[in-house]
């Protein structure tokens, strides 16, 4: 299991050769910048892989909830002239939704032949995920324009993600059944965006795509004997963030 001191750990060993490097930077006219963000995230599911009682839903099957989601991080950047290198300790809440149509081949919600003229019910099992992690991203900017003032800038790089269980988790509304799942406590994601910076003020604009399947396994709170229930899925989300630095 990730604990807190492992984090502070990494953190201190990725951001020590920034630190060092921007004592040395001042004599070359490079320089070292620290700051902080906030923004808000848009998430989607992707790579989705819905199993029910060995039913495999297909795209017309589920369809994704779009939540909003928020951050906040410490920011370290050491600046040359054409590229920057970027590390930052981020909190992070993301919260995604899934909705699954459930007619047709659960039992619990079999139904006789309704009246002629009369619709049918359909019933939906919904997932709502809230995962709460601290994420450690490495960046690598390249300034488009990087005049004294007015900065414009694409960065990429990949976001390690080091979930906190205590406060993550998911409810599920709607099926037959009470659920629980378990995280992974590690996960990765590759990040692209654009940045522009205006003195010290910046906006950042992000996407991140999920490389790891964020579900380990989804359990019954009693077990119930040929149940079988497997969602797996990949967490991406939109980002516009705001922040300083000095």
Do not use: W
């Amino acid at each position: 299991m990730i604990r807190p001191n492992h984090i502070i750990a990494l953190l201190i060993l990725i951001t020590f050769p920034l630190f060092a490097s921007g004592q040395d930077a001042k004599s070359t006219g490079n320089h070292f910048n620290y700051g902080f963000r906030f923004g808000g995230e848009s998430s989607m599911l992707m790579g989705v892989n819905a199993n029910v009682n060995g039913h495999h839903f297909r795209k017309y099957e589920y369809e994704n909830t779009s939540l909003l989601s928020g951050l906040a991080s410490f920011i370290v950047r050491y600046n040359t002239d054409i590229l920057y290198f970027q590390t930052e300790l981020m909190y992070n809440c993301n919260r995604s939704g899934i909705k699954l149509e459930l007619d047709n081949f659960i039992e619990e919600y079999s139904t006789p032949e309704v009246l002629i003229g009369e619709k049918q019910p359909q019933h939906y099992g919904t997932t709502t995920t809230i995962l709460r992690s601290i994420d450690i991203p490495l960046f690598i900017g390249y300034n488009l324009s990087n005049s004294s003032i007015y900065h414009f800038s694409i960065f990429a790089g990949p976001k390690f993600k080091f979930l906190i269980p205590s406060i993550s988790n998911s409810k599920f509304d709607g099926y037959p059944y009470t659920l629980s799942e378990e995280f992974r406590n590690f996960m990765m994601n590759m990040t692209i965006g654009i940045g522009c910076r205006i003195q010290s003020l910046f906006f950042d604009f992000m996407y991140d795509f999920g490389l790891t399947n964020i579900s380990r396994s989804i359990r019954f709170s009693e077990q119930q004997e040929g149940t079988n229930v497997s969602l797996k899925r990949n967490v991406g989300y939109l980002t516009v963030s705001v922040g300083m630095l000095f």
